[in-house]
């Protein structure tokens, strides 16, 4: 029988449990009671930051082409020359996969073939196929995606927002690497990445549904076991051994400005920050989703008065993104007056640092993220990337809620005194 | 009286009220109606700008309160929304749904109706940002410009903004009478759907809140697809426009003849097996073993009876790809379709629709557009899922042989390194 730990969200009425497989590997299952549908995922702790690592099976030190943790992300989803999408699609179940900057996952939604989803997952990602042929043709299809997202005025504006505020980490790489970089990734590459980041211990499997959950970790592990024969015999797991390079604290460019056939311009504001960890991390995405609403959405009186002169159509937003290696804010929005938008929301942000928070509306907002969360848990992919957020960062499941329900305006004003002008880029794109 | 429909499931936590007024609408009529809807979205009588509007619903626990529109085919929607929390699960039990229902009231029948124009002067610049930067996502326009190549001259053609010369031309008197028209000339469908324990007389309520409310077409009054084409079309029309862009966008534009709305679940099969999942024909051989694009998909809709295809490609390979995905469209008339392709688009349609019951905005939207289908039946998932189960190979074929391609629409990039 297997050991869970139990996460319990009384707000939300939802309970997830987790357990951690002999030879590593963390299962999550989140009961959504009355739900038809449910979600299996498979996912690895590695993504388009990681490049430079201890090769698993040789202990070597490596560095490999920047696009390829998105390159190996295709060819698993792939059996055999059949793309996985459509041997899933065959049993009558959508599936799909991405990869951001520090994960990687493969997911599928089913409403009656949980279990023959859960063993095709398994199987995709434990079997991998990778030939020179099906290699060379990636490229061609990975090369249209490339070239789709440099024709996108949003992805050209954040990742020029990232390229100014970073010297050298790797987040400021497009996740899909370049043309010129995909085309030096080799099946042996391919495999070497594979055997050091898709081993158990550096992965994690998500159920989100009505499932029971004792049946559906039994289930996970016999199918695991079919691909693992040293499974009831394993004794250590080891740690992956991953470097990723800390950027240095100034920034790279104050400005970066690009043309594009585009009618709305866009703007990408970023202010880095020092990295945090762990909790904090969470704290933050908290915190930046009451700035956004407490300073920024139509609630206020900065985007009544930009819309009023025409500046703004709809209200700006204010995200955080970060891990333990890097952090960073970044605001969008667009505008035909792009350079009056631009003063207008730098010159706002100073003024407010200076400023008292507002506690009647602070207590609105909180109202609002409160009532948001509950109508949240209605939607199943909440759940799932709730899952995935924490246990990158390694907290209980519901530290957002938590933090939420105890977030002071304290908290905000000393967030938004961590926001710099020297840290400050701007990415224009117009 | 006002058409008024409950779906009620207690797994989810919240509801959605949803208010549609559906009407007739020219070109200038629809460019009036985005406006207008702007319009009644940003204040009324008892808030004056949309400050007022986030602070009352922050204070119902974060409502979302939405204003929407969308073409049912040749009709034109207005769809006012709000969605929050059941009782049972807010602190103290807070009951909000009230409030919530009243607000959405006043924000369509308690409004300032001076249509003061300044405010107007501003809703025209948002509405002619949308209409002006169509062309920013390339798909996406390539889409748009087939729907109106195909259509045209149907209200169908017309762009869900309008079009730029109605819009800068629309004065506030106008704007009154589109109002008016909107009030007493739809057809008005309220659909309340979500987790209504507790709420047992929620349909008197509504009813009592929107009791001036006036419903003046019946669902089978309203024709939404008038199809004003002149005979049919043989010969397949090529169309090109130059864009500075990396990659390019190819589109076809496809017709078919002589529906009856039970096509429907047929053409929804026929449309899986072409395009719309990774086990289709277009996924398997334009973008698996062609390696021509990474999107490649085709699009099935409903009120007009067309389809299109669109694909993002490189230039150089235009003809390529015309010859494939006309290679598959032939291969679909010739019942060239195995067993393995038709089942798995019969059960990928079945776990959609039955996806769409764990969604409260699915239900609604999927009610609505079978109330105009239909004409007043409430159809089930259920019942739509038999009705799928049920289509054959040789109804697939049968609707092959009616399908026509009438355009063939290149957006070019030129600028390939």
């Not at chain 1, 497009?174 to 042996?188: C, F, L, P, Q």
């Not at chain 1, 009056?340 to 640092?353: F, S």
């Not at chain 2, 040749?74 to 919530?100: A, G, H, Q, W």
Request: glycine share 4%; charged share 30%.
């Amino acid at each position: 029988m297997n050991k869970f730990q139990v996460s319990v969200n009384e707000r939300l009425g939802e309970n997830t449990y987790k357990t951690v497989l002999k030879n590593g590997l963390e299962v999550y299952i989140c009961k959504k009671q009355g739900f038809k549908k449910k979600i299996g995922m498979f996912g690895t702790k590695y993504g388009s930051i990681i490049n430079d690592f201890v090769d698993i099976t040789t202990n070597e030190r490596m560095r490999v082409p920047d696009g390829i943790a998105h390159f190996l992300e295709h060819k698993l989803f792939e059996q055999e020359g059949a793309n996985a999408l459509d041997l899933f699609s065959k049993i009558g179940v959508s599936s799909n996969a991405y990869t951001t900057f520090d994960h990687t996952v493969y997911f599928f939604e089913t409403i009656d073939k949980f279990k023959e989803g859960i063993e095709l997952l398994i199987k995709l990602v434990k079997t991998p196929y990778f030939t020179k042929e099906n290699v060379d043709k990636e490229q061609g299809i990975i090369g249209q995606e490339i070239m789709m997202y440099d024709d996108d005025p949003s992805f050209a504006v954040y990742f020029n927002a990232l390229r100014a505020m970073y010297n050298t980490h790797p987040v400021r790489i497009d996740i899909a690497g370049t043309i010129e970089s995909i085309s030096h990734i080799t099946k042996d590459l391919l495999y070497t990445c594979y055997n050091t980041f898709y081993s158990p211990q550096n992965m994690f499997i998500i159920v989100v549904g009505d499932v029971d959950v004792n049946e559906t970790v039994k289930l996970i592990e016999e199918n695991i076991k079919l691909y693992e024969k040293d499974y009831d015999k394993k004794l250590e797991v080891k740690e992956v051994t991953k470097y990723i390079e800390q950027d240095k604290e100034a920034i790279c460019k104050k400005e970066i400005r690009k043309k594009m056939p585009v009618y709305m311009p866009k703007l990408c504001m970023g202010y880095k920050l020092k990295n945090v960890e762990k909790e904090e991390i969470i704290k933050r995405q908290v915190v930046c989703d009451i700035i956004s609403d407490l300073y920024f959405s139509k609630i206020t009186p900065f985007f009544e008065a930009e819309y009023n002169k025409g500046i703004l159509s709809d209200p700006v937003s204010f995200d955080f993104e970060g891990t333990s290696s890097f952090s960073h804010v970044v605001i969008n929005a667009e505008s035909t007056k792009i350079d009056e938008l631009k003063n207008d929301i730098h010159n706002y942000i100073n003024k407010i640092k200076k400023e008292d928070v507002d506690k009647e509306l602070f207590e609105i907002v909180k109202k609002k993220k409160i009532g948001n969360i509950i109508k949240d848990s209605d939607n199943l992919n909440v759940s799932y990337r709730r899952i995935i957020e924490t246990l990158l960062e390694k907290v209980d499941v519901y530290t957002d809620v938590e933090i939420l329900e105890n977030i002071t305006v304290n908290d905000i004003k000393s967030f938004l005194n961590e926001l710099e002008d020297e840290k400050l880029v701007f990415s224009i794109v117009e | 009286m006002i058409n008024c429909y409950k779906i009620n499931d207690e797994k989810f936590k919240s509801i959605y009220f949803s208010v549609n007024f559906t009407m007739n609408s020219n070109e200038q009529e629809i460019s009036q109606n985005a406006i207008l809807a702007s319009v009644l979205s940003k204040s009324s009588k008892k808030f004056k700008n949309q400050s007022e509007i986030e602070k009352y619903l922050n204070n119902l626990y974060g409502a979302n309160f939405d204003v929407n529109v969308e073409k049912f085919g040749d009709l034109y929607n207005i769809e006012f929304s709000i969605e929050c929390v059941n009782k049972k699960f807010l602190p103290n039990n807070e009951d909000v749904v009230k409030y919530s229902l009243k607000f959405l009231h006043s924000m369509i029948y308690e409004q300032d109706l001076s249509f003061d124009s300044e405010i107007v002067n501003r809703e025209k610049e948002y509405i002619l940002d949308r209409i002006r930067s169509k062309k920013d996502d390339k798909l996406k326009y390539g889409v748009i410009k087939t729907e109106e190549l195909i259509c045209a001259p149907d209200n169908f053609s017309v762009f869900l903004y309008g079009s730029e010369e109605y819009v800068k031309n629309t004065t506030s008197a106008e704007l009154y009478n589109r109002y008016l028209g909107m009030l007493n000339s739809s057809c008005i469908t309220v659909i309340v759907s979500g987790n209504l324990s507790g709420y047992d007389d929620i349909e008197t309520e509504i009813k009592d809140i929107f009791s001036d409310a006036n419903s003046k077409f019946s669902y089978n009054e309203l024709d939404y697809d008038t199809h004003n084409v002149n005979g049919e079309k043989n010969n397949i029309e090529e169309v090109n426009e130059k864009s500075d862009t990396n990659q390019s966008v190819i589109t076809f534009g496809l017709r078919v003849k002589d529906t009856t709305c039970d096509d429907f679940f047929v053409l929804n099969l026929y449309n899986a097996i072409l395009g719309a999942t990774p086990s289709s024909k277009l996924f398997q051989n334009v973008r698996e073993k062609e390696s021509l694009a990474y999107t490649v998909r085709s699009r099935f809709y409903r009120f007009k009876s067309i389809i299109i295809i669109y694909a993002g490609i490189e230039e150089k390979n235009y003809e390529k790809a015309k010859q494939v995905i006309e290679k598959e469209l032939e291969d679909m008339k010739n019942a060239k379709i195995s067993d393995e392709e038709f089942n798995a688009s019969k059960s990928s349609i079945i776990a959609d629709l039955a996806e769409w019951k764990d969604s409260k905005i699915a239900l609604s939207k999927m009610l609505i557009s079978n109330l105009f289908v239909y004409h007043n039946t409430n159809i089930k998932i259920e019942t739509m899922i038999e009705k799928i189960k049920e289509v054959t190979l040789e109804d697939v074929v049968n609707v092959a042989n009616r399908i026509n391609v009438e355009k063939i629409f290149l957006l070019g990039g030129e600028t390939n390194e």
